[in-house]
């Protein structure tokens, strides 16, 4: 298994552009996680799905996120305009309804608003 | 109030020494589990070790063994034979209730780990 993929690995945009991020979870997990890393702030669960719906987006910022799960195998973090305070670490991380739910976490979308 | 408490902002160990990372969470749900993740200099999340409420024994895997104490909601971490590619980040972890009810993980700040010579 390939693993939860997350593209792009780095972005780096100016103040007001549209930015996306992409996850692909393990195929067959039925939970997705956008979480984000910052120094300030940790590890902060942004939003959460169960079977593509969401669950739990009470740790979105603002309105400027939304996120998507159109489909099992594919997600989406977008931010509208970006901010300077959006830079941070985006993971993705996936896992199943059963025995320890270990999440499986992608290798991050480290994105720098300019 | 903080659910996950990691209270050492850095550590530091020699090699083949080991060392214990505390861990002290909060939750009036008698269902939950804890986990450890390790986060390398290159940034990606890699789990550790789980144990659940309701285990009866502490979790081991390999060099990894998780210090439950119940009473105490403590979960530490002890790594022993420390090499010098456990130097990173490790994060403990909790997550509230039946798997059923969703797996969402609440995050400590972590504890930078460095081995050395």
């Known amino acids: 298994d390939a693993g939860v993929i997350q593209s792009p690995r780095h972005e780096v945009t100016e103040m007001g552009q549209e930015v996306t991020l992409r996850c692909k979870p393990i195929?067959?997990?039925?939970?997705l996680f956008w979480y984000r890393q910052t120094m300030m702030r940790g590890l902060e669960l942004l939003i959460y799905?169960?079977?593509?719906?969401?669950?739990?987006d009470s740790g979105m910022p603002e309105d400027r996120f939304s996120a998507k799960m159109p489909n099992a195998s594919f997600s989406t973090l977008k931010i509208q305009p970006s901010e300077p305070r959006d830079s941070a670490v985006y993971f993705c991380a996936s896992g199943i309804s059963s025995g320890a739910n270990v999440l499986t976490f992608g290798a991050g979308s480290r994105l720098t608003v300019l | 109030a903080q659910k996950i408490t990691q209270t050492q902002p850095g550590m530091f160990v020699q090699e083949k020494e080991a060392v214990t990372l505390d861990c002290t969470y909060d939750?009036?749900?008698?269902?939950?589990?804890l986990f450890w993740y390790k986060q390398p200099s290159s940034g990606e999340m890699i789990f550790l070790i789980y144990?659940?409420?309701?285990?009866?024994q502490n979790a081991t895997e390999g060099r990894y063994s998780l210090n439950f104490q119940k009473a105490r909601k403590s979960a530490n971490l002890v790594i022993s034979a420390s090499q010098l590619g456990d130097s990173a980040m490790y994060f403990c972890a909790m997550r509230e209730g039946l798997t059923g009810g969703g797996n969402k993980l609440t995050f400590g700040t972590g504890t930078q780990l460095k081995v050395e010579l």
């Open positions: 939750t009036s749900d008698p269902s939950y589990g």
């Open positions: 195929s067959g997990h039925d939970y």
């Open positions: 799905f169960n079977n593509n719906v969401p669950i739990d």
């Open positions: 144990q659940g409420s309701y285990d009866q």
